[in-house]
């Protein structure tokens, strides 16, 4: 099951937070300890990252847990990366999503993760900005046949074969798509979209997006 963000992010000591709002959108915390160092590290990552990343690991989380996450969930900032000349702020999510080879072949299985976690998150922000040229986001995501959901849980063991989705999005391009000024495809084709370390074209097919979410509010 998903297990809270904090815990799994970066080995960082819990000390005293300074008082402030928990951010909207995100996990409820198990206690007021959980609640300060979420605080503290989101304290820290905005310090190095800006306010938007520090964020964005958590709306990462959030909106693999509501993509019916089955496995262990968890999300991280790995840093800044250098990817053909240009500098990312780099996310790691292991989503604990499983999909259904029944219904979704390899190409479905990208595009139902683009849709359901990284499309809901990035629509959370009017804008976006960070200490870098643009963010890439590394997500983990499960497949396996499957009747329905309950058969997961009733064969825990087999959790299926493991996909590894990347995508590399620059600022620019970023800002574009949340001024609504291009759409999806053409977002995606500027972007650069890795497939178990292979780049591939993403192609949208599904006709109905999820609807904007409300605006994030940064703290």
């Known amino acids: 099951m998903g297990i809270f963000f904090f815990l799994l992010l970066l080995s960082v000591p819990v000390v005293a937070a300074e008082t402030q709002e928990f951010p909207s959108g995100l996990p409820p915390t198990r206690s007021a300890d959980d609640r ?11 310090q190095k990252y800006g306010g938007d990343a520090a964020l964005l690991q958590g709306l990462l989380l959030t909106h693999s847990l509501q993509g019916e996450a089955i496995l262990t969930t968890e999300s991280t900032i790995v840093g800044f990366e250098e990817h053909e000349g240009h500098k ?55 497949h396996r046949p499957y009747q329905q959901i309950a058969d997961l ?28 000024q291009i759409g999806t495809q053409d977002f ?12 591939v074209k993403l192609r949208i097919m ?12 940064n703290h």
């Open 153 to 180: 849980y009733n064969d825990a063991d087999d959790t299926g074969a493991i996909e590894r989705a990347k995508f590399y999005m620059l600022s620019a391009d970023l800002g574009d798509f949340l001024a609504h």
């Open 188 to 199: 995606l084709e500027r972007s650069r979209v890795l497939l178990d370390d292979q780049p």
């Open 36 to 46: 300060r160092a979420v605080l503290e590290l989101m304290k820290q990552n905005r």
């Open 88 to 142: 990312y702020v780099a996310f790691r999510v292991a989503s604990g999503v499983v999909l259904n080879d029944k219904s979704l072949d390899r190409e479905q299985r990208l595009e139902r993760i683009w849709h359901i976690i990284i499309e809901r998150t990035l629509l959370r922000y009017p804008k976006f900005t960070a200490p870098a040229d643009g963010v890439a986001i590394e997500i983990e995501y499960n």
């Open 206 to 217: 599904e006709v109905s997006l999820p609807p904007r979410p409300p605006t994030a509010e």
